[in-house]
């Protein structure tokens, strides 16, 4: 699981730290930095897996560097904790003052201080699992260097730790661009998850043992939900089809013909069940948006029973009411912005509540402060 997350540089995230549990709630006012920070990690998702360039727009264009800043180098570090070590990688991306173009000048994954890749004016210097020093070669200064990398019985940890990062999964939810078809399977949602429907192809493949009680579930908070399946529509194209039944009478209709909030809580509960066991990171952005209100608190529980077992690590954006109340104590991080501009964090334990009201409501009168 991620342990801790600094970043320096990027927006109004300046000599930011945040600790992280199995499970956190982010909290706070629009514009303190909250999505600021699940844009950071599906940056470094899209770095690590090899699928972007650092200037790239979903990843670090010189456009997300703190406005009041002049200094032209971002730097990232991450404590991740893998098979009981705590590994850190760092990363630190040097913009031209045009800002036209950034390299990588220093990427680099230690454990225990200890080397065990190093990546530096555009030579790499590989290291074994027992620190002894391996090859070294020349990279693109554009990419990750690490994402390159093909790990073999000599550096297990780093290879543990691009598998890791390589399952983060980053995503706020926006119902209305699910599409019902899908020619391929697709291992990893979009930023949006306008590909449920080729995920969930692919995650049915990995886990059909678990549709029962995914279905289940369902049935539960859906009206008259009965299943979903996959129709053949072409020649390598299967349509998402939901299967419903009233007084009775069975139907189907298809994944984008169904409600925006039954789009969503079907792909809520598919995280929790679907993705069990399989190694995901979830950073989700305001996932109650589209449940109503008897909706959010079972999904809720089915989350907070799955982080740290079935499901490694969550993080949540949220300012909804029934999520502060329901996690903010345990495991809120309250996110403000200084009179400096810059973003900081303090635990929600710390906050005061008084004469019985509830968090959210201490939140909503302001008394935070």
């Known amino acids: 699981m991620i342990k801790r997350l600094y970043v320096d540089n990027y927006r109004s995230l300046v000599n930011f730290e945040l600790p992280l549990q199995e499970l956190t709630l982010l909290m706070g006012p629009n514009g303190v930095g909250k999505t600021s920070v699940l844009d950071v990690m599906f940056a470094l998702r899209q770095l690590l897996a090899g699928v972007a360039k650092v200037t790239d727009a979903e990843v670090f264009p010189a456009s997300t560097l703190t406005r009041w800043q002049t200094r032209p180098l971002q730097t990232i570090e991450l404590d991740v904790e893998l098979a009981g070590e705590t590994l850190r990688y760092r990363l630190e991306i040097e913009h031209e003052k045009a800002g036209r173009r950034a390299r990588i000048i220093l990427e680099t994954l230690k454990v225990d201080q200890n080397p065990l890749f190093a990546f530096h004016s555009g030579s790499v210097r590989l290291y074994r699992d027992d620190h002894t020093e391996g090859p070294t070669f020349t990279a693109d200064w554009g990419e990750s260097a690490l994402a390159r990398v093909a790990p073999g019985g000599d550096n297990i940890r780093l290879g543990r730790f691009l598998d890791f990062m390589r399952k983060v999964m980053v995503c706020g939810l926006y119902p209305a661009n699910f599409t019902a078809?899908?020619?391929?399977?697709?291992?990893?949602l979009q930023r949006e998850a306008g590909n449920f429907a080729a995920w969930y192809r692919h995650i049915l493949l990995e886990r059909q043992d678990l549709v029962p009680e995914f279905t289940?579930?369902?049935?539960?908070?859906?009206?008259?939900?009965?299943?979903?399946?996959?129709?053949?529509?072409?020649?390598?194209?299967?349509?998402?089809?939901?299967?419903?039944?009233?007084?009775?009478?069975?139907?189907?209709?298809?994944?984008?013909?169904?409600?925006?909030?039954?789009?969503?809580?079907?792909?809520?509960?598919?995280?929790?069940?679907?993705?069990?066991?399989?190694?995901?990171?979830?950073?989700?952005?305001?996932?109650?948006?589209?449940?109503a209100l008897p909706e959010i608190q079972p999904w809720l529980i089915e989350l907070a029973d799955a982080c740290g077992e079935d499901v490694p690590q969550a993080v949540i954006c949220s300012h909804h009411p029934e999520l502060i109340d329901y996690l903010g104590s345990d495991c809120g991080l309250l996110l403000e912005r200084e009179s400096s501009g810059v973003t900081k964090t303090r635990p929600v334990s710390e906050l005061a509540v008084e004469g019985g009201l509830k968090l959210s409501e201490v939140i909503a009168r302001g008394w935070e402060q």
Not at 181 to 188: H, I, L, Q, R, Y
Not at 273 to 286: I, V
């Open 181 to 188: 078809e899908a020619s391929t399977e697709d291992p990893m």
């Open 216 to 291: 289940q579930a369902l049935k539960d908070v859906i009206r008259g939900f009965q299943g979903i399946r996959m129709e053949k529509v072409g020649l390598d194209t299967r349509a998402l089809m939901v299967m419903f039944k009233e007084h009775n009478d069975k139907y189907e209709l298809r994944f984008d013909e169904i409600s925006d909030g039954q789009r969503a809580l079907i792909a809520l509960y598919s995280l929790v069940r679907l993705a069990a066991g399989q190694g995901y990171t979830f950073f989700l952005d305001e996932p109650d948006n589209y449940l």
